[in-house]
């Protein structure tokens, strides 16, 4: 990004100031757009407005591009007003899922030659304007959903935005983008949920064995169930195509393990437990690079000060670090610190930690 | 622990010198203790005493305390004959699966007085002797399993062992423990490995949409097929128990989902979301306590002593951390590191964080 030139000419409307809209305000305000704020409730708009995320509307203003950040299940009827309200504009929202709205829209026969949707793969735990930032979109994929009747510079004004809050753009068609979705994201969700709604009638015995891999694998299922519930019933096509598959995969690994000892039952074991090595392989590792790296993990002790004496060292020997991570010890006064390394400085930094005294595992 | 007396006397024979085998050794032997290895590969029981975790088997050897280490598939066969080669010893095994073993020992009718299963909660994505470590238990949960012919005597042997390698001991049934780990690990492991799996056939501009979401879910994916085979089919019956559950669960999304519309498809939506967050906060938090954290995120330069810098400074605030986790933008030249505070500092460390220059996610 340039620093003090604006690729977006004009003003730029945003209709509804949660999360994504106050953020997507901060970051063009902080750029020096015009930022026009709307939203059904005024002391939202009050309140994003004392935030710093743009200004209330006039009756007079006349955006280049109107970014919609509602909820799913109102988004359509927005699209529709905003496109009659503002038919020079351009508009996009962010809703994070794409056909459904879109099927509406043309079922409704609204011309939708200036609408192109889009969706900012960016989020935090807390919503509303109160959590909103600048920094939300920085290196995060913003899907763009283009089709035949987009005009170039139409595309041209959504990448803009894309770009000016720090995003990536991804091309996807609404269809590959709700599969998409579907698959790394919403389907993950119910499959967390669904597991740690087991856990909830367990003993106090059975959660006090509960180590890392439990926890991650439930760490989502803790999401927003309303927010959740409009999610997935706006994507529910392409969320039932894959759970689909998934249920008849829990059914077939479930008929092997009753009939253990079946012919064919361990091979079926073998390839559920091999094809999830494949499929967490696919995930992209950060920066988008294909690398392994090293784990280390090095014992401290649990007051303040450990770690970054840790980390202080680790700088001192110029060594980088990915996927840092700190845990406790379950009733022990220790805290264990595992990072990842580039495999070709792993063996030295072990030793160099151990000379200076760390207690590295191996 | 107390430093130097130790509460085990006399000599502690390890069978099988694997990871845990091996690091059962190094701990005893760092407290002073007699430990006896033996494997059925004799350069594994030399490597193993090269790394300092015992000595080889004599014939004059006449251990209190057996601890079997070997894989699942052979355990039951490794207790009977150690049994049978040490009469007045009590024996115990390391098998994460606790009642295929002792049924299948009844069957036989060997008397299992003597024999007191248990688990150690512990263990690490590499194996064998060389990944073995003195810490390894440290702090874990062990599982031991008494019945009521248990002698109290060699009840507390084997609770003597648990405690000298620093393990905090758990009382459990066979029945219990094996339901309790086919919940919070081996059913975690096939819905992670089942998940993972679908993606192994996703586009590639599919899965650049991943986040930290699927990530976390699928991470135990990569887990080794070889010995999750012999866990699971060792506990087939409570984990088709609870796969049923679970399965049936799925099947009840999947159809609400199909119908979304439908009355009371949106209640099974809420319920299994609403389910999930209840089992979720089951889990207990690190330390054993029940208390809520609050995350921070700071956004740093992807260079070394950045991280260092910041938990320095938040070591100079005198902070505590917990959970930390450094993530970094795709894309981008920035890592955030998220972490947790005690709620009753967050507010005051943002502003300090904040005033010393510090880009601070709010």
């Known amino acids: 990004?340039?620093?003090?030139?604006?690729?977006?000419?004009?003003?730029?409307?945003?209709?509804?100031?949660?999360?994504?809209?106050?953020?997507?305000?901060?970051?063009?305000?902080?750029?020096?757009?015009?930022?026009?704020?709307?939203?059904?409730?005024?002391?939202?708009?009050?309140?994003?407005?004392?935030?710093?995320?743009?200004?209330?509307?006039?009756?007079?203003?006349?955006?280049?591009?109107?970014?919609?950040?509602?909820?799913?299940?109102?988004?359509?009827?927005?699209i529709e007003a905003e496109l009659a309200r503002y038919p020079d504009a351009v508009i996009t929202d962010v809703a994070s899922v794409k056909l459904a709205p879109l099927v509406e829209l043309k079922r409704r026969g609204v011309s939708l030659v200036n609408y192109i949707g889009s969706h900012p793969l960016a989020g935090r735990e807390r919503g509303g304007a109160i959590a909103a930032s600048g920094d939300l979109f920085i290196g995060r994929p913003w899907v763009v959903c283009r089709d035949d009747q987009t005009p170039a510079w139409a595309l041209a004004l959504v990448e803009d935005l894309v770009l000016e809050v720090g995003a990536v753009p991804i091309e996807m068609t609404?269809?590959?983008?709700?599969?998409?979705?579907?698959?790394?994201?919403?389907?993950?969700?119910?499959?967390?949920?669904?597991?740690?709604?087991?856990?909830?009638?367990?003993?106090?015995?059975?959660?006090?064995?509960?180590?890392?891999?439990?926890?991650?694998?439930?760490?989502?299922?803790?999401?927003?169930?309303?927010?959740?519930?409009?999610?997935?019933?706006?994507?529910?096509?392409?969320?039932?195509?894959?759970?689909?598959?998934?249920?008849?995969?829990?059914?077939?690994?479930?008929?092997?393990?009753?009939?253990?000892?079946?012919?064919?039952?361990?091979?079926?074991?073998?390839?559920?437990?091999?094809?999830?090595?494949?499929?967490?392989?696919?995930?992209?590792?950060?920066?988008?690079?294909?690398?392994?790296?090293?784990?280390?993990?090095?014992?401290?002790?649990?007051?303040?000060?450990?770690?970054?004496?840790l980390l202080t060292e680790i700088g001192e020997l110029n060594i980088n670090l990915e996927d840092l991570r700190l845990d406790h010890a379950e009733g022990a006064q220790l805290g264990m610190v595992e990072f990842s390394v580039v495999p070709e400085v792993a063996e030295q930094l072990i030793v160099d930690l151990e000379t200076r005294g760390w207690r590295v595992h191996r």
Chains 1, 2 share one sequence.
């Not at 409307?13 to 005024?42: F, K, N, Q, W």
């Open 174 to 309: 609404p269809d590959d983008h709700d599969l998409a979705v579907g698959l790394v994201s919403h389907v993950p969700q119910i499959v967390s949920s669904l597991m740690a709604k087991q856990l909830s009638s367990a003993s106090d015995d059975a959660v006090r064995l509960a180590g890392q891999g439990v926890r991650d694998v439930t760490r989502i299922a803790a999401s927003s169930p309303e927010m959740w519930i409009q999610i997935l019933a706006a994507n529910h096509e392409a969320v039932v195509a894959i759970l689909e598959q998934y249920g008849r995969d829990v059914a077939a690994i479930t008929d092997a393990l009753r009939n253990v000892d079946a012919p064919g039952s361990r091979r079926v074991l073998a390839e559920t437990l091999a094809g999830g090595n494949a499929g967490v392989a696919r995930l992209p590792v950060k920066h988008g690079e294909h690398r392994k790296f090293t784990s280390i993990v090095v014992l401290v002790d649990d007051r303040p000060g450990q770690i970054a004496q």
């Open 1 to 78: 990004m340039s620093e003090n030139v604006s690729r977006l000419s004009g003003a730029v409307r945003v209709v509804g100031v949660g999360l994504l809209g106050a953020s997507v305000g901060l970051c063009l305000r902080a750029r020096g757009i015009d930022v026009i704020l709307d939203d059904v409730s005024p002391s939202s708009v009050q309140l994003a407005v004392d935030l710093g995320a743009g200004r209330a509307t006039r009756v007079d203003d006349l955006p280049v591009l109107v970014v919609i950040a509602v909820p799913p299940d109102v988004t359509a009827d927005v």
